[in-house]
Each structure stands twice: as C-alpha cells, then as structure tokens.
C-alpha cells in the first residue's frame, strides 16, 4: 500500500515538474532571470516566486494602467494567495521578494514623479509605496480612526484628527499567516477582514475599492480607507480549506496555488538548503539588480502615460489575436474538468471567471515586463496572443494544482468520514455541558467528557476534534483554553 501510494506520488510530482519546466521557458526573460535568483534561497517555488514578481509589476503600473472588458474597466494589480505545507520555502521566498519590492519602492517614492490621489473631500493625497505586514486585525489598526486632540482655536477646545490605517495606502499588504486572517475562521475581533478583502480587491476605477466604517465615537461618521495594494498571503493548507473554497467567493478573487507538498520532497528541499550551510552569498547584488529593472519599466510606463494625455484606458493596445488566444485558454480550462470527479468541478468551476480576468492582466504584465527589450517605441504595450500564452503558463498551472489538490482532499475526505460520524456527539455534549455567560467552556474538560461518552482514547478524540476545529472559536485565558460553538449543521 505504502509502496503503491508513494508511486502514485513521484508519477503526480514528475508531471508537476514538466509543467514547471515548460511555465519557466514561456515567460518573458526578466520574469524568468527574477524566478531563477529566487530559487537560489527558495527551493522548488518556482511559479510563487513568478507571481510574485508579476503582483510587484501590477502594482507600480496600476495608476498608469487600465484594462477595459466591455463596460467593466480593471486594474493592473493581482493578488496572490499561496497555500503550501508548512516549513517548505513560504517565509525565505518572502524574504527575497519583500528586499526587492521594498528597495523598488523607495526609489519610486524618491523619483517622486507619480500622480497623486484625490480622495472623496478633494484632497490630493501623495501615493507613497511601501510594505507591511499584517498581525493586528482590529478596525482601527486596519482602516484607521478619528482620535480627539486639544486645539484652542475650535469652538469647543477639541477636534477630530483622521488617523489611516496601515491597510491605506500603495505597495503590498502582506500576510504570512493567512490562517488567522478570518478567512478560514471567523471570530468577533476579525469577522470584517472578508470584507475588507473583497472591497481593496475590487476594481481601481470607480469608487467601490474605498473601505469605509460608520464610527460610533462620531456618531455615525465614516471613516474611509484608501487601500490601493496588492495581496500577497501564505499559509499552510487548513483543514477546512474546500469548503472555504466552495463558500467564500475572497479566494475566487486572487490567484491561488496551492500544494501539499509530499514528505519525500520537503525532505529534498531541506537537503538543498543544508548544502549551503557555512557559505556566504552576496545578497545585496540580486536585489538591486532587480530593484532597477522594475524602476526601468515603472518609468517607460509613466512615459507611456504621459504620451497618451495621462488616460489609463490608452496605455495598453491589443492585436487582433489577442481575444482569440484568450478563448482558447479557456477552451482547454474546460477540457481539464471533463475527467475531474463532478464535486471537484463544481468548485473548480466558481475561480473560472475571476481566472479568466487574472488571465487577462497578467497577459498585459507580460506585455509590459518586455518593453525594456524592445528598442521600436511604437511596438511596446501591445499585448497580443503570445503574451496571453505566456500568462496562461502560470494561470493554467495554479488551476492545475488546484484540481489536482480538490482531488486528493476531497479523497480523505472521504475516508474520514467514519471519524466524523462523532460529530453529533461533541455538539451534543457541547450543549449539556455547563457554559458561562458567553457560551465558552473550558476545552480539556469539554474534551474529557466527550471522551468519556465515546468510550475513546484521548488520541482519537484529539484527532476527531482537528478536523471540525473551525467550528469552534477558541480563545486563551493565562494558560487555559475556552472554546464556543459557531457553526452547526455545516458539512465537513
């Protein structure tokens, strides 16, 4: 049995392999040069790291750029979203990406040649390009708030001041632990961050990408966020990854890759890292390197933009064989499902949309990504058939990885089922068992009386509680935790 599924394993990793082969040989040569430096610190993570670059380009492009589909207008950003097993290259990739993207965006803030915005009271507000982290989930940290300060020269001694949050702004928002966003779980504190997230990724022109909260402390006033950044988020795959899938559409709207890395290549990839241990490498050379070729683009883009009166819709022209490469790629993202089991096709099926549009971007990001090489000004930013082939090597692989991982959870999934039949007995214990005032009760005595009521060992009712852990909101007083029952009657 061992030996069979470890088969099956290396056969799915070598057809990974090829397609990764063929995704590196497709894409324009400063994408390529940008993956290759980065496998050199994060190995095997080769089209994260591709996506990342084209998330860096989209977004120093996105007040220069607009793409029009019909009477919908989009932006330049992509939003990525990388799910991987823990311990295989997330944070190191970050690590390199996030040196050339802040090093990028201190020389475009120091050229200081980008068009400010106005915001909705008519202030021209500079665009300053940076990078944060994300740890704090309140609403004031995020959106920011009004606080009240002494000033003598108001009428009543005081006034308010609008304080942005850190989510305002340009650059990238990023999170390394997707996990504890809200996105997979819900609790009170974060129960906005879904919000949030849909409303920064909508579409730059018109007005719904503004994040605004009415504040009790102003009764009723609204606080806006201007949030004009790029996603990038990573996390380990949790366990109640497809049916947020299925049910959440935050995910449908970013580019999602995700792979559950097998044993016998994390142990490959921890290999390759040990061989370097004791060596020095120059970082700094890489960084800069890149950090100079994205500024180049940056201003061969503005020039672009001026060129054509400063109107985004006229940055970008399209062959005449730009729209039928892209119904071709959706032509063969239909065929992929036709063997796929019908529960998988069915999520598959709702990113469809959304993948076509990233398609689209993207295509236009390699369109870009390639004006530097060609020395006929006339002939760049014009994206045609080759540059949506180009894209699709890497929006056709994440759909890929997609099914290919719908396919083996949903499998374990099912054979899991017999463990989950216990379901019913930790919600009826739960609602026996004495709770406090908000509904929390201790999670050691919880698990012991449902133990006791199994007639299990405490392994397997440790093990049972993991996989219906999301219905659950845990919360930690000194040592001890509390857990409350959320979600009832939601399939597994």
């Not at 759909?399 to 463990?419: N, P």
């Not at 009386?449 to 397997?460: D, F, G, L, M, N």
Request: charged content about 30%; overall charge neutral.
């Amino acid at each position: 049995m061992n030996e069979e599924y470890n088969n099956e394993e290396y056969e799915e990793y070598d057809s990974f392999e090829e397609d990764a082969k063929v995704v590196r040989e497709a894409l324009p040569f400063v994408v390529r040069e940008f993956e290759k430096s980065a496998l050199e610190v994060s190995h095997r993570n080769g089209i994260p790291a591709s996506i990342s670059y084209f998330a860096l380009l989209g977004q120093i492009c996105k007040d220069f750029i607009r793409i029009p589909n019909g009477r919908n207008i989009e932006d330049s950003r992509i939003h990525f979203c990388w799910v991987q097993t823990s311990g295989t290259g997330k944070s190191t990739l970050w690590n390199f990406v996030g040196r050339v993207a802040d090093k990028t965006f201190k020389r475009i803030n120091e050229l200081n040649v980008h068009p400010p915005f106005m915001n909705n009271d008519n202030i021209p507000i500079t665009r300053t390009f940076n990078t944060f982290s994300v740890t704090d989930y309140t609403d004031s940290v995020l959106i920011g708030k009004y606080v009240k300060e002494t000033n003598e020269d108001a009428d009543d001694g005081f006034e308010w001041r609008r304080r942005a949050g850190i989510l305002e702004g340009s650059g990238l928002a990023h999170w390394d632990e997707f996990e504890y966003s809200g996105v997979f779980k819900q609790s009170q504190h974060k129960e906005q961050s879904i919000v949030y997230l849909n409303t920064l990724m909508n579409s730059l022109a018109g007005e719904s990408w503004i994040i605004s909260k009415a504040l009790d402390s102003m009764d009723g006033q609204t606080m806006e966020c201007y949030c004009e950044r790029s996603v990038l988020a990573m996390t380990y795959p949790p366990n109640n990854l497809n049916n947020v899938m299925a049910e959440k559409g935050v995910l449908q709207r970013m580019l999602l890759y995700v792979w559950e890395v097998p044993q016998y290549i994390q142990d490959e990839m921890r290999l390759e890292q040990i061989e370097k241990a004791g060596i020095v490498e120059e970082v700094n050379a890489p960084i800069d390197r890149f950090a100079d070729s994205l500024v180049k683009i940056y201003q061969l883009v503005k020039e672009k933009y001026d060129e054509v009166g400063q109107d985004p819709l006229k940055t970008i022209k399209y062959s005449e064989d730009f729209r039928q490469a892209l119904k071709l790629e959706y032509t063969k993202m239909n065929l992929y499902l036709q063997n796929t089991r019908p529960d998988v096709a069915k999520i598959c099926s709702n990113f469809t949309t959304r993948l076509m549009k990233i398609l689209i971007k993207m295509s236009v990001l390699c369109s870009v990504a390639s004006a530097p090489s060609i020395s006929k000004k006339s002939d760049r930013f014009v994206v045609t058939g080759s540059h949506v082939g180009q894209a699709a090597v890497i929006v056709q692989q994440c759909y890929k990885t997609l099914v290919m991982w719908l396919e083996q959870s949903l499998k374990v999934k099912r054979q899991s089922i017999a463990e989950n039949s216990l379901e019913p007995l930790f919600i009826s214990t739960y609602d026996k068992i004495k709770k406090d005032e908000n509904g929390y009760v201790n999670k050691s005595l919880f698990l012991t009386e449902v133990r006791k009521r199994a007639k299990k060992s405490r392994a397997q009712i440790y093990r049972y509680y993991d996989i219906i852990r999301h219905k659950f909101e845990e919360v930690k007083e000194g040592r001890s935790t509390y857990i409350k029952l959320t979600i009832r009657g939601e399939e597994i």
